[in-house]
């Protein structure tokens, strides 16, 4: 099975400033089609998770250009440009396979 | 807009079964899946299973597989997710999440409100 290992497991950033996510498989992530399905989730406390990113790089719809996706193969990373108050909370990566999951263990966001 | 909308909170006594319902509006049930996911208190997130709108088709995680009832009543346009022989480690929030099917789209890309299962004698 593949494994999904996030860094750090907590970051807490200043208001206004960059933070960066990382995201590692324990296998290539590029399926037989070619794509690589890659997604970054985010959950508020008390709230569902939402879509960020999918397919390693591709903003869901509403996500704020402020976050940014990359990477290929084993290695991904997410990135804030300039942290919110509103994007406190935590971030996992999620690989989907054919009609399956795998989630990375969580990135909790704090502002110091 | 696409929306799912949970059932509410259930309390369960270990050894009983749960059924959480998703109703799916906005979108041609048809032609996407369901997911399901569950979060333990203060943890991440877990996989379960995955039912196809288009046919029924299910699969789920082995460690669920002779726990875990997935459906869905196209007609209602409702997902719904059995587990049974509950113990407190199911003691979880429950998501269902709109995954593909037949349409290659995007993978969860809209998730329900939750369902808190407690389970305690």
């Known amino acids: 099975d593949i494994v999904m290992t996030q860094t750090p497991l907590s970051s807490p950033v200043t208001l206004g400033q960059p933070a960066s996510i990382s995201c590692k498989s324990s296998?290539?992530?590029?399926?037989?089609?070619?794509?690589?399905?890659l997604s970054w989730l985010h959950q508020r406390p008390g709230q569902p998770p939402r879509l960020l990113i999918y397919k390693i790089s591709n903003r869901f719809s509403g996500v704020p250009d402020r976050f940014s996706g990359s990477g290929a193969g084993t290695d991904f990373t997410l990135k804030i440009s300039k942290v919110e108050a509103e994007d406190v909370g935590v971030y996992y990566c999620m690989h989907a396979a054919q009609f399956s999951l795998t989630f990375g263990g969580g990135t909790k966001v704090e502002i110091k | 807009q696409v929306l799912l909308v949970q059932s509410g909170a259930e309390v369960k006594k270990p050894g009983a079964s749960v059924k959480v319902s998703c109703k799916a509006s906005g979108y041609a049930f048809n032609s996407f899946g369901i997911t399901w996911v569950r979060q333990a208190p203060g943890q991440g997130l877990e996989w379960m299973g995955w039912?196809?709108?288009?046919?029924?088709?299910?699969n789920s995680a082995q460690k669920f597989e002779d726990r875990l009832t997935m459906t869905r009543d196209t007609s209602t346009t409702t997902a719904y997710m059995e587990l049974t022989s509950l113990t407190s480690d199911d003691t979880a929030v429950y998501y269902c999440v709109r995954d593909l099917d037949i349409v290659p789209t995007i993978h969860c890309d809209f998730w329900g409100q939750g369902t808190v299962v407690t389970v305690s004698s």
């Open positions: 039912i196809s709108g288009y046919n029924g088709d299910t």
């Open positions: 296998q290539s992530l590029v399926h037989s089609d070619g794509n690589t399905y």
